[in-house]
């Protein structure tokens, strides 16, 4: 039986390899995000903070490569290939240049370092996650990956959407632990659902660790239940908060619903659960465009001045023949 370390015994060291550009390129070391953090400086926004902790050392389980060039002893760049647990069909792949060294083919050059290691591993896909109109994503065209995703962090503003009649609308908005087995099937769901273009393999056990432990920052969640005559009390919708406090900042939401609605109704879902949150202060909610119910709400509130987004990222993937 085929697994990702077959043909490898020990992540790579490669000697010290010199690029076109004169830099000098080797394998991840303690320290080196402290150093490289010095030359960067701080990160733009929470995606490029979050791609950031990807660099550290090569290993093979979970699998994964990482190498630095260093220009003159100081490291100036870093990159990384690695395979992820929950998106096991592709590797994933970050690297940073020093804004002085860019433009030299240095990305390029570490890139093609690391797809030799591809091998060694089950996967030979690539996919990798860039802001939009940066020059990263012009790199990543250049070097065959075609766009398959684009995701926002919408802020929503109090008020935004009209409160709806509960009673009337035969639903209940309920209190719910975030241990509850019943949230967390449905979270567990609604991501596999909403990951078609990139399978995942989330599970019961992963959606509570990684989206609703205490760790997590998860610090409380409601449900939108379905109290209509003839209806099954079943939960329609569901919002997890990574915000503790309310305050004039917005709150750091999961928004989701149940997979098996109709389209239409997942949207009404959306709206409701949306106009709840967001009464009396803002809401920031991240939408990818496989997000349709939700992301046809907000795109409605963007275009009507009732939201916005502070940034965009975009999704690439080079997949093997």
């Known amino acids: 039986m085929s697994t990702e370390h077959d043909a490898a015994a020990r992540p790579a060291d490669p000697a010290r390899l010199t690029l076109d550009s004169g830099l000098t390129v080797r394998p991840w070391a303690e320290g080196d995000d402290l150093k490289l953090l010095q030359v960067w400086g701080d990160p733009e926004n929470s995606m490029h903070h979050q791609d950031r902790s990807l660099l550290r050392p090569s290993s093979n389980d979970p699998w994964s490569r990482c190498i630095v060039a260093e220009a003159e002893g100081l490291p100036v760049a870093a990159a990384t290939i690695f395979r992820s647990s929950l998106h096991p069909d592709r590797l994933s792949f970050y690297a940073e240049v020093a804004p002085e060294h860019r433009r030299r083919g240095v990305a390029a050059q570490m890139l093609q370092i690391l797809e ?42 109090p008020g935004a959407i009209k409160l709806p ?145 502070d940034f965009e990222a975009l999704i690439y993937a080079r997949d093997a023949s």
Not at 117 to 133: I, T, W
Request: aromatic share 6%; net charge negative; charged share 20%.
């Open 116 to 157: 030799a290691e591809v091998p060694n591993c089950a996967v030979q896909s690539l996919k990798s996650r860039v802001a939009k109109r940066s020059a990263a994503q012009c790199f990543l065209k250049d070097n065959g990956f075609t766009k398959i995703q684009a995701s926002r962090q919408v802020v929503i503003q």
């Open 165 to 309: 009649d509960l009673d009337s609308a035969g639903l209940d908005l309920e209190d719910l632990a975030t241990g509850s087995v019943e949230l967390t099937q449905l979270v567990a769901d609604f991501y596999n659902a909403v990951h078609t273009w990139d399978p995942a393999e989330m599970t019961v056990g992963r959606a509570q660790q990684m989206l609703l432990a205490p760790e997590t920052g998860a610090s409380g969640a409601v449900v939108l239940r379905d109290t209509a005559n003839g209806g099954d009390n079943s939960i329609l919708a569901f919002a997890i908060s990574y915000t503790p406090e309310r305050t004039e900042d917005p709150a750091d939401v999961l928004l989701g619903w149940n997979p098996e609605l109709p389209e239409a109704d997942a949207e009404t879902s959306c709206r409701a659960m949306l106009s709840l949150l967001a009464a009396h202060f803002p809401v920031k909610v991240e939408v990818d465009d496989a997000m349709v119910p939700l992301k046809t709400v907000t795109d409605e509130l963007i275009e009507a001045g009732l939201a916005e987004f």
